[in-house]
């Protein structure tokens, strides 16, 4: 006699067989103080480009609302706390980061704690409905291919049925990025705006004059590039130091994933470069970001923030996380050699 579980898998299966199942923003400097310091394309004026080219697009985003609510934040938090440009620069983006991508991150690791915790429920479900799609492709004469037609069909059904119970559809932990990408750029372009003078009015003028005298130790020009490349090379490591922590965490080690990883492992390698073409405004910037999310990676990993921010408790977690990170990193990097 079937179970009552069967049941509603059996009605979820059809009676017939199946048919057949259906760049990164470029931030271009153009210092005209040190245009001979500088490459042809990188002082060559977005306006330059007729509308339909690659200026077009550019100027509309140098210019929208978003970016411009970027300008206001880092003058207001300049005017406000009377630091220099380097220090309202670092202030802006920690308190940013802080208050905006931290809750979100914390959101993050709640929705992915969530949907661990529904795996050996899923892995459950899958053993039963695979024994009941063989029984009906045998009752049916079904072939192999429509009998996994059909149990990917079900099985879509019944995990999305599991996410909308538990409310944790993993899409929803994708929202960090699609705040925090944005927010990246929309930075970026407001300190390039501010930096290179892109504002017609006076006062676009003295701001970048004060970027210019706004610096410290051997970037004290921040409107200038990093001659020494100091900062790039720190964006890129930082970076990578973030990429290696997710991949030391074994979670997902399908070939997929393994692409993404070395994917992202590439676009840190290129940032170094890329970082050396832009003013030392926006590479600090990225420092700092980057540098709180290395930060704010790490801080997730404690159990006694993960328990304060209500995360549930997985299979995978440690009460000794960093002792087992360091452990993971030289098991990886060390001892091989």
């Known amino acids: 006699m079937l179970s009552r579980l069967s049941v509603r898998w059996l009605r979820l299966l059809p009676a017939q067989p199946l048919g057949p199942p259906s760049t990164r923003l470029a931030l271009l400097p153009t210092d005209s103080a040190k245009r001979s310091a500088l490459p042809v394309w990188a002082v060559a004026p977005v306006s330059a480009v007729g509308p339909g080219g690659a200026g077009g697009w550019y100027?509309?985003?140098?210019?929208?609302?978003?970016?411009?609510?970027?300008?206001?934040?880092?003058?207001?938090?300049?005017?406000?706390?009377?630091?220099?440009?380097?220090?309202?620069?670092?202030?802006?983006?920690?308190?940013?980061?802080?208050?905006v991508t931290l809750p979100l991150a914390a959101?993050?690791?709640?929705?992915?704690?969530?949907?661990?915790?529904?795996?050996?429920?899923?892995?459950?479900?899958?053993r039963h409905l695979n024994q009941e799609v063989a029984v009906r492709a045998h009752q049916l004469g079904w072939s192999k291919r429509v009998a996994r037609l059909t149990y990917l069909k079900t099985m879509r059904k019944l995990v999305s049925e599991l996410y909308v119970r538990d409310n944790c559809h993993p899409f929803k932990a994708t929202v960090l990025v699609w705040i925090q990408?944005?927010?990246?750029?929309?930075m970026s372009v407001a300190l390039r705006n501010l930096s290179t003078g892109k504002t017609q009015s006076e006062a676009g003028l003295s701001i970048q004059e004060q970027l210019a005298a706004g610096g410290v130790l051997w970037f004290s020009d921040l409107t200038a590039l990093?001659?020494?490349?100091?900062?790039?090379?720190?964006?890129?490591?930082?970076?990578?130091?973030?990429?290696?922590?997710?991949?030391?965490?074994?979670?997902?080690?399908?070939?997929f994933h393994t692409y993404v990883t070395y994917f992202v492992r590439a676009v840190s390698v290129l940032m170094i470069p890329v970082a050396a073409t832009v003013p030392s405004s926006i590479v600090l910037y990225w420092l700092c970001s980057s540098f709180m999310g290395l930060s704010q990676n790490l801080l997730l990993r404690s159990p006694r923030f993960r328990q304060l921010c209500r995360i549930p408790l997985t299979k995978s977690d440690s009460d000794t996380p960093y002792k087992d990170l360091f452990a993971a990193f030289y098991a990886k990097c060390i001892s091989r050699k």
């Not at 001659?227 to 030391?248: D, Q, R």
Request: net charge negative; charged share 10%; with cysteine.
């Open 59 to 99: 100027e509309a985003l140098a210019t929208s609302a978003p970016v411009q609510g970027a300008e206001e934040v880092l003058l207001c938090a300049h005017s406000a706390t009377g630091l220099p440009w380097w220090g309202s620069i670092l202030l802006t983006t920690v308190a940013l980061r802080g208050a």
């Open 181 to 186: 990408l944005p927010m990246w750029i929309f």
């Open 226 to 255: 990093d001659s020494t490349w100091i900062l790039p090379v720190s964006v890129g490591v930082i970076n990578l130091l973030i990429v290696e922590i997710f991949a030391l965490q074994k979670i997902g080690t399908s070939r």
């Open 107 to 126: 959101y993050q690791h709640y929705i992915l704690a969530k949907v661990e915790n529904l795996q050996p429920e899923i892995k459950n479900i899958a």
